[in-house]
């Protein structure tokens, strides 16, 4: 509720102080630009409260189509560049299986999945953002995407708690980062849901962190029979 009341709370007095007083110019602008940014916050906290709330109840799995992750994860790492205002090189995009990466799922979930954790490799990178995604098929029945970053790190005993609804990392430095909770427990949850799992490594605080989806891989004669799911065009 904390996170609701403040963008509203800030948004109220701006629009107080603005049908109240005179204001210059400049200074409306400026309350202008405060309130895009704490409307821009509430959105966000909305839309990940309403995620978890889809994330937790069950799908068929009839409703699931062949999702190429190769390409899903291409389009991710274009869609956070442009939303972090990034440059181009600051993620990076490793393939590391030729060909089509199938799996049957969810393609609006997997894309949720992936651009949490761009998001959170992102902010929690500080000044220098420099993020590698990597996508592999370890094993015939395995994929891998590996979203790893060089930011402020995860202390270790906080690694299996991280994934718990509205928890966040207790560490130094981190009070001024934003956030609902929710994020990594809608990342979890799909995860679980498309029988896979998702698991976090540091080496502890200011030396980075890697975040692993596991997913089952779709084998090649069944993605063959079923049509592939469409992707947005890239930006």
Same mark, same amino acid.
């Given at each position: 509720t904390h996170e609701l009341k403040t963008p509203l709370a800030a948004m109220r007095l701006y629009l107080q102080t603005l049908q109240s007083r005179d204001v210059d110019e400049a200074r409306r602008r400026q309350f202008y630009e405060v309130m895009l940014a704490d409307a821009e916050r509430l959105h966000h906290t909305v839309d990940q409260v309403l995620k978890a709330g889809v994330a937790g109840q069950k799908r068929s799995a009839a409703s699931r189509t062949p999702v190429d992750l190769t390409a899903l994860a291409r389009e991710c790492v274009q869609l956070a560049i442009v939303r972090h205002r990034l440059d181009p090189a600051a993620i990076a995009l490793e393939i590391h299986d030729e060909g089509q990466v199938m799996v049957s799922g969810d393609v609006e979930e997997l894309r949720t999945v992936l651009a949490n954790l761009l998001d959170n490799a992102? $902010?929690?990178?500080?000044?220098?953002? =420099?993020?590698?995604?990597?996508?592999? &098929?370890?094993?015939?029945?395995?994929?891998?995407v590996r979203v790893q970053d060089r930011g402020v790190g995860i202390p270790r005993k906080q690694l299996k708690r991280i994934f718990n609804r509205f928890y966040r990392? %207790?560490?130094? =430095? !981190?009070?001024?980062?934003?956030?609902?909770? !929710? =994020?990594?427990?809608?990342? $979890?949850?799909?995860? /679980?849901?498309?029988?896979? /799992?998702?698991?976090? %490594?540091? *080496? =502890?605080?200011? /030396?980075?962190?890697?975040?692993?989806? *596991?997913?089952?891989? !779709?084998?090649? &004669?069944?993605?063959?029979?079923?049509? *592939?799911? &469409?992707? /947005?065009? *890239?930006?």
């Open positions: 992102v $902010k929690y990178s500080g000044d220098h953002v =420099g993020v590698t995604v990597s996508v592999a &098929a370890p094993s015939p029945g395995t994929v891998w990392v %207790q560490a130094r =430095g !981190l009070r001024h980062i934003k956030g609902t909770g !929710l =994020g990594l427990y809608i990342v $979890k949850t799909i995860a /679980r849901a498309h029988g896979g /799992r998702v698991f976090a %490594q540091s *080496e =502890g605080e200011g /030396r980075g962190a890697t975040f692993t989806l *596991e997913l089952p891989r !779709l084998a090649p &004669a069944a993605a063959a029979f079923r049509p *592939e799911t &469409a992707l /947005r065009p *890239e930006a």
